[in-house]
């Protein structure tokens, strides 16, 4: 057993923001407004779909947040890239949690499906990645499904999230 935590803050994750979670060049979220989770509400290496571990999260939504006035106005909705954004920051940040040198960056996803829209009305986003694979080799590289809920109910699936740890080269 390991002994890393498992869970977070919105204190915790916003240290990983200011890039001292890890340590400097190691994977680091974004501040908000673009950090897309408040908590992480647990983290394992082991368990989830594919029993290759997973990490769970939760987004408070309230009605002022800084994309509703301007996607769609009149018709607001959280933008679907916002939702899969809190998917590759989660993928990243468990790398970093597995101790993974490097900064993190999204490459790629296979297929996303979006079924349910998150609204001012919606109360609480609750998102999870499936990890398929971890490769530890020059390049590290975490690949997993992501699922989003909103309010309970499915709203985003994400297939092969794929995201890498880079390390700056010396000169």
Same mark, same amino acid.
């Given at each position: 057993?390991?002994? &890393?935590?498992?869970?977070?803050?919105?204190?915790?994750?916003?240290?990983?923001?200011h890039g001292t979670m890890f340590g400097p060049g190691n994977a680091q979220l974004?501040?908000?407004?673009?950090?897309?989770?408040?908590?992480?509400?647990?983290?394992?290496?082991?368990g989830g779909e594919y029993d290759k571990g997973f990490i769970r999260a939760e987004?408070?939504?309230?009605?002022?947040?800084?994309?509703?006035?301007?996607?769609?106005?009149?018709?607001?909705?959280?933008?679907?890239?916002?939702?899969?954004?809190?998917?590759?920051?989660?993928?990243?940040?468990?790398?970093?949690?597995?101790?993974?040198?490097?900064?993190? &960056?999204?490459?790629?996803?296979?297929?996303?499906?979006?079924?349910?829209?998150?609204?001012?009305?919606?109360?609480?986003?609750?998102?999870?990645?499936?990890?398929?694979?971890?490769? &530890?080799? &020059?390049?590290?590289?975490?690949?997993?499904?992501?699922?989003?809920?909103?309010?309970?109910?499915?709203?985003?699936?994400?297939?092969?999230?794929?995201?890498?740890?880079?390390?700056?080269?010396?000169?």
């Amino acid at each position: 057993m390991n002994d &890393r935590p498992s869970s977070f803050s919105y204190e915790d994750i916003l240290t990983c923001g200011h890039g001292t979670m890890f340590g400097p060049g190691n994977a680091q979220l974004p501040l908000p407004p673009m950090l897309m989770f408040h908590r992480i509400t647990e983290i394992s290496e082991t368990g989830g779909e594919y029993d290759k571990g997973f990490i769970r999260a939760e987004f408070d939504v309230t009605p002022d947040l800084w994309f509703f006035g301007c996607h769609f106005e009149g018709d607001p909705v959280m933008p679907g890239c916002l939702g899969l954004d809190a998917l590759w920051q989660m993928t990243g940040f468990y790398l970093g949690w597995l101790g993974e040198p490097g900064k993190g &960056r999204a490459i790629s996803v296979g297929e996303v499906k979006l079924t349910e829209m998150i609204t001012p009305e919606t109360k609480l986003v609750e998102f999870g990645v499936d990890f398929k694979r971890v490769m &530890r080799g &020059r390049l590290v590289l975490g690949t997993g499904d992501g699922w989003a809920k909103a309010d309970g109910k499915p709203a985003y699936k994400a297939t092969d999230l794929r995201v890498g740890l880079f390390q700056e080269k010396a000169d």
